[in-house]
C-alpha cells in the first residue's frame, strides 16, 4: 500500500516513531500533538538492544548512540554497596547484536523530531474525537479525526495518545484503564558532571525502595528514586525527602543527590494496565507504546515496546494489501509479546524495588548472590532479543 495518509495521535516516543516508520512505509503521515511545545524534557532513558534495533531500522540508530552513553558497566547492588549483580555490558552487546545505551529522553525526542519534516506536525491540538467515515461497503471506510475546528480524513490512525488516551476509553469504554501499581518514583537529572560516577548504570535495593542513576556521555546522570507508597503521595520538599531516605546509601548516591537543584526533581506515581487490552486495533485504528500497553518501568522495556509496535506496524502496511490486513498482523504480532513483557516487568518490580519484608528480601539477596555471574542481568534483559522485520513499500 503507497500513497495512503495516516493520522499520529500524540507526539511521545511511540508517535514520532510511528510517524517515521509509515512514511517509510510510503505514507503521508500528520502528527497531532496536544502540548504546545513538542518536547520530552526532564529525565533519562535505557534503551535496551530491541530499542536500538527499531531505531536503526528507523534510520535514527546512528544519531541515537552518538547522543547516548552505552552502559558497558554496573549492575545491581544493596544499600551498603555490596554487589548483587553485575552488568557485562560488552558482552551483551555482542550477544544481542546492538548496545543497551543511557539517553536524556530530550535528546531521544529531538532526534526523532527532527527525523520528520515540520510540516507533518500539528502542535498545540487536542485530538477530541476519532470516528469511522464511510462505512459504504462499496467505498473503503477511512477514520475522521477532530481537534479544535478541524476535521482530517485518513485511511489510518495512530493512537499513541499515552497511559491516558482518550481514544483507548472511547474504543474499549468498559476497560477498567491504568491502576495504580503501589510504587511513586522521583527522578531527576543532576545540574553538572559527577565525580566519581563509574558505572553507567546501577539499581540498589533496599527494603520496598529502589535508587537507580543512568550515566550520560558528558558525565552528568539520571537518577531515580522508587519507593513503595499510598496513591497520590506528595512531598512538601521532594529532593529533601530523597536526601533524607537515600543520602546514606552507598556512594555514588550522595554525590548525585548533591549534584541536583531541588526544582529539577519531578514525582509521578507509577501507574500501568495492569488488565491486558483484547486487542490493540478497532476498525482503522491502530493502539501504540502506553496506549496499547502501559507497563511498570521496572525492566525498563515501555519504550522500547513502543519502538517495536512502531516498526511492526510501519512493516505490516508496506507489505499487507488492505489496511485491515495490516492492522490484524500487527495486533498478532504485538499483543502477546508486549501484553508478556508487561507481567514481566510486573513480576520484576514485585521481586526487586516493591519487596519491603526483611525476611524476603534478605532471601531474594541470597537467592542472586549464588545464581552464576551475570545471569540476574541476562534475565532482566531477555526480552532485548528482538528481530526487527523490514519496512519495504510494496511496489505499486
Ligand atoms: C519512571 C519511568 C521510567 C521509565 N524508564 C524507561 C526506560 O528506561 N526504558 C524504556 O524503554 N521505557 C521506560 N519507561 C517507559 C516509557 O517512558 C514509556 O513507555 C514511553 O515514554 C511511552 O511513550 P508514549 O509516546 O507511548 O506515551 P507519552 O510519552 O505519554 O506520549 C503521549 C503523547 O500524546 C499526547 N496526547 C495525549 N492525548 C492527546 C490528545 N487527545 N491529542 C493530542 N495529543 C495527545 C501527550 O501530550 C503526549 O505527548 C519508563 C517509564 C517511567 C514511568
Known amino acids: 500500500m503507497s500513497s495512503n495518509s495516516a493520522v499520529v495521535v500524540g507526539g511521545g516516543i511511540s508517535g514520532l516513531a510511528s510517524a517515521i516508520g509509515l512514511r517509510l512505509a510510503g505514507w503521508h503521515v500528520t502528527v497531532v500533538e496536544r502540548a504546545a511545545v513538542l518536547d520530552d524534557a526532564g529525565a533519562g532513558i535505557s534503551l535496551a538492544a530491541n530499542g536500538m534495533r527499531a531505531l536503526a531500522t528507523l534510520g535514527v540508530g546512528e544519531a541515537v548512540e552518538a547522543a547516548a552513553r552505552r552502559q558497558y558497566t554496573g549492575g545491581t547492588r544493596t544499600p551498603d554497596g555490596r554487589r548483587l549483580a553485575l552488568m557485562d555490558g560488552a558482552a551483551l552487546e555482542r550477544e544481542l547484536g546492538a548496545p543497551i545505551v543511557g539517553i536524556p529522553r530530550a535528546a531521544l525526542h529531538r532526534i526523532l523530531r527532527e527525523a520528520l519534516p515540520a510540516e507533518s506536525l500539528v502542535i498545540g491540538a487536542e485530538v477530541t474525537d476519532v470516528e469511522v467515515t464511510d462505512v459504504d461497503t462499496a467505498q473503503p471506510s477511512r477514520v475522521r479525526v477532530t481537534y479544535g475546528d478541524t476535521t482530517l480524513d485518513a485511511d489510518l490512525v495512530v493512537a499513541a495518545d499515552g497511559i491516558h488516551s482518550r481514544i483507548r476509553r472511547r474504543l474499549f469504554p468498559t476497560h477498567p484503564g491504568p491502576a495504580y501499581n503501589g510504587s511513586t518514583v522521583l527522578r531527576a537529572i543532576t545540574e553538572r558532571p559527577v565525580d566519581g560516577l563509574t558505572a553507567d548504570f546501577e539499581l540498589t535495593w533496599g527494603h520496598g525502595a529502589e535508587f537507580g542513576h543512568i550515566a550520560f556521555p558528558d558525565g552528568r546522570a539520571e537518577w531515580h528514586a522508587v519507593l513503595n507508597a499510598p496513591a497520590g503521595v506528595r512531598y512538601q520538599d521532594p529532593l529533601t525527602e530523597v536526601r533524607r ?53 521496572h525492566l525498563g522495556q515501555g519504550a522500547c515496546q513502543a519502538l517495536e509496535d512502531a516498526v511492526t506496524l510501519a512493516a505490516a502496511v508496506a507489505e499487507a494489501r488492505s489496511v485491515e490486513a495490516a492492522l490484524a498482523r500487527y495486533d498478532a504480532q504485538r499483543r502477546p509479546r508486549s501484553q508478556t513483557v508487561a507481567r514481566d516487568a510486573r513480576r520484576a518490580g514485585r521481586m526487586g524495588q516493591q519487596l519491603a519484608n526483611p525476611l ?8 542472586i548472590r549464588l545464581t552464576p555471574p551475570g545471569a540476574m542481568v541476562r534475565t532482566a534483559l531477555k526480552h532485548a532479543d528482538w528481530t526487527p522485520p523490514r519496512i519495504t513499500p510494496r511496489a505499486a
Not at 524476603?360 to 537467592?367: C, M, Y
Request: charged content about 15%; proline content about 10%.
Open 245 to 297: 531516605r537515600f543520602a546514606h546509601w552507598h556512594e555514588p548516591i550522595p554525590a548525585l543527590l548533591a549534584a541536583t537543584r531541588p526544582e529539577a526533581v519531578l514525582h509521578h506515581d507509577v501507574n500501568e494496565l495492569a488488565t491486558p487490552l483484547p486487542s490493540y486495533v478497532a476498525g482503522r485504528i491502530a493502539l501504540l507504546g502506553d496506549a496499547a500497553h502501559a507497563m511498570a518501568p
Open 360 to 367: 524476603a528480601v534478605g532471601l531474594r539477596n541470597a537467592a
